[in-house]
């Protein structure tokens, strides 16, 4: 992804950098989450990510097939708890070709949906 400058007074989209300093591939995670189905709530894909320490829920926004925006959560203002998110890593299937991150759990997505899908 390439770097952004500040531009107009207007504050560049958040930009995200893994402990090692290195990006995060968001276009395999992208094409991932485009595979399915389940992720896609409202205008927003949805997954896990899980750390050393903790695990976070992420939403990545979509334009022209490419990553338009992504952050991590704060999954308990969206009424998701810490069991919840855990739930999702400890029973994925595996099938998120990238490691460290997990679809979302049905529990998780219909939490979601109640507040994103119109």
């Known amino acids: 992804m390439p770097k952004v400058k500040e531009i107009?007074?207007?504050a560049p989209l958040p930009h995200y950098v893994m402990p090692d300093e290195s990006e995060p591939e968001y276009e395999l995670i992208l094409e991932q989450l485009q595979n399915y189905?389940?992720?896609?709530i409202g205008s927003s894909f949805?997954?896990?990510r899980a750390g050393d320490e903790?695990?976070?829920l992420c939403r990545i926004v979509h334009g022209g097939g490419k990553v338009f925006f992504h952050e991590m959560v704060d999954h308990q203002k969206h009424g998701i708890s810490d069991e919840d998110i855990e739930e999702a890593v400890k029973f994925d299937n595996g099938s998120f070709a990238l490691p460290g991150h997990y679809h979302i759990?049905?529990?998780i997505e219909q939490k979601l949906r109640v507040l994103y899908d119109i």
Do not use: D, F, I, W
């Open 105 to 107: 759990s049905p529990r």
């Open 46 to 48: 949805y997954y896990v």
């Open 37 to 40: 189905r389940k992720s896609l």
């Open 8 to 10: 107009t007074g207007m």
């Open 54 to 56: 903790r695990c976070c």
